[in-house]
C-alpha cells in the first residue's frame, strides 16, 4: 500500500484514494489465481501484458467482446451479495468469443462505484477471478473508478473485456452448415444476465419479499434463484472442438431465441426447434406465470433454459453429446438445422 499518497482535499470531495490501494492489496490474491503462462505484468501497472503463445497456430487471429451484467447488479444490492456478479461479466464476455472458436487469453474489468469500500472491491473482483480460472483467462488488470455524486454510495457498475485467439483456418463461420445438421443444447444455469429490466418489474424486486424461499424454485429464494452466476462454456466446447467439426455456435442471450440463434445460420437455411423438446427452467415458468407474459415474448426475451446451441452433423451428433457430458454439461439434442421457405432463420414449432 502507498501510504505517502493521500489528498484530504480529493478526500473530502468523496474519493478515498487510500482505499483503492487497500482495494488492491485485498484483491491481488483473486487475481494471483487467474495467472498462466502468459502473464508478464502483476496489477497495479499501467498496462497489463501478456505473451501469446502460438504453438499450433499458423494464422493467429485475435478475437475480443466486451460486456457487463447489467441490471442484475440490482439484485446483487438488494441482496448484498457481490462475490458472483463477477462470474456474470466474465462469461458474457467468453462465451461470446468462444463462438467462432477462440480461446481466451486475458480479461480485464471496469468497476465504477458511487463509494470505495475495499471488501466490496475484493469481493467483486473474486467473482471476476472465479469466472477467469472457469475459462482459462489470465485477469492481467482493470480499474476502480470511484465517482460520487454519479453513483450511489451502496451501487456499483462492473464491465469486462476479453481477447482470445483462434486460427484463421479453424474460425467458425456457418459456411459448411447443411440441411440435415444437429442442433445440441447446452444447458443454462438460470436466467443468466439478460432481461432483468423485465424480470425487476415481474417480481418488483425494490419492494417485494425476495429472500423467502419459494416451492416452486426448489426451495431457494427468488432473489437466491435470480443471482445464480451465468455459466461459462468454454472448457466443454475448447474440448468439443478438438474432437468434431463444429459448424456454428450461438450464445442466447439477450433476445433469446429468435434474435441469437439465427446470428449463426447462413442465409437458406433455418433452425427448426420444438419447443416441447427446451428443457425450460422453473424460474421462466414462474416469471411467464407471475409476469402473465406470452409464450413467443419469453422466448424472444430469455434463454428459457438453453445457454448456448451448437450446431454439428449428424453422424457426430452423439460423439459430440458424449464428449459434452463428459465435461460435465447436461448436452441433449435440441432440433435440426432444415432448408428455409421463407427466409426465416429460425422455426419453434
Known amino acids: 500500500m502507498n501510504l505517502n499518497s493521500k489528498s484530504e482535499a480529493y478526500a473530502a470531495a468523496g474519493v478515498d484514494i487510500t482505499a483503492g490501494y487497500k482495494a488492491v492489496e485485498l484483491m491481488k490474491q483473486h487475481v494471483a489465481r487467474t495467472a498462466t503462462e502468459g502473464v508478464c505484468s502483476d496489477v497495479g501497472g499501467f498496462g ?76 467483486i473482483v473474486k467473482g471476476v477471478a472465479d469466472g477467469c480460472v472457469m475459462s482459462g483467462a489470465a485477469l492481467i488488470g482493470g480499474e476502480t473508478a470511484e465517482m460520487p455524486g454519479f453513483y450511489p454510495e ?37 436466467v443468466h444476465s439478460n432481461g432483468f429490466s423485465l424480470v425487476r418489474k415481474v417480481f418488483d424486486v425494490e419492494n417485494a419479499d425476495i429472500k423467502t424461499p419459494v416451492e416452486a424454485l426448489g426451495g431457494r429464494s427468488v432473489g437466491e434463484t435470480l443471482l445464480t452466476p451465468t455459466k461459462i462454456y468454454v472448457k466443454p466446447v475448447l474440448a468439443l472442438l478438438e474432437k468434431c467439426d463444429v459448424k456454428g455456435i450461438s450464445h442466447i442471450t439477450g433476445g433469446g ?93
Open 48 to 123: 497489463g501484458l501478456f505473451e501469446i503463445d502460438l504453438t499450433g497456430i499458423t494464422k493467429p487471429v485475435l478475437v475480443s467482446g466486451t460486456d457487463g451484467v447489467g441490471t442484475k447488479l440490482k439484485l446483487a444490492f438488494l441482496m448484498d451479495k457481490h462475490d458472483t456478479v463477477g462470474i456474470d461479466c466474465v462469461a458474457m464476455c467468453v462465451n461470446d468469443i468462444i463462438c467462432v472458436g477462440a480461446k481466451p487469453l486475458l480479461f480485464l474489468d471496469y468497476i465504477a462505484c458511487g463509494k470505495n469500500v475495499p471488501e466490496r472491491i475484493a469481493d
Open 154 to 190: 451502496d451501487e456499483y457498475d462492473l464491465a469486462g473485456y476479453s481477447t482470445g485467439v483462434v486460427d484463421k483456418d479453424k474460425i467458425i463461420d456457418n459456411t459448411k452448415m447443411q440441411a440435415g445438421d444437429v442442433i445440441i443444447a447446452l444447458p443454462s444455469s438460470g
Open 257 to 349: 431465441f429468435y434474435e441469437n440463434i439465427p446470428r449463426s445460420i447462413p442465409d437458406g437455411l433455418c433452425a427448426r426447434i420444438r419447443k416441447a423438446d427446451v428443457r425450460v427452467l422453473p424460474i421462466f415458468k414462474l416469471i411467464r406465470e407471475k409476469g402473465g407474459i406470452s409464450e413467443r415474448d419469453m422466448f424472444n426475451t430469455f434463454n428459457m433454459g438453453v445457454g448456448m446451441s451448437i450446431v454439428v452433423p449428424a453422424d457426430q451428433a452423439d460423439e459430440a453429446l458424449a464428449i459434452l457430458r463428459a465435461q460435465g454439461e447436461d448436452a441433449y439434442r435440441l432440433g435440426e438445422i432444415v432448408t428455409s421457405d421463407n427466409g426465416e432463420k429460425i422455426e419453434l414449432c
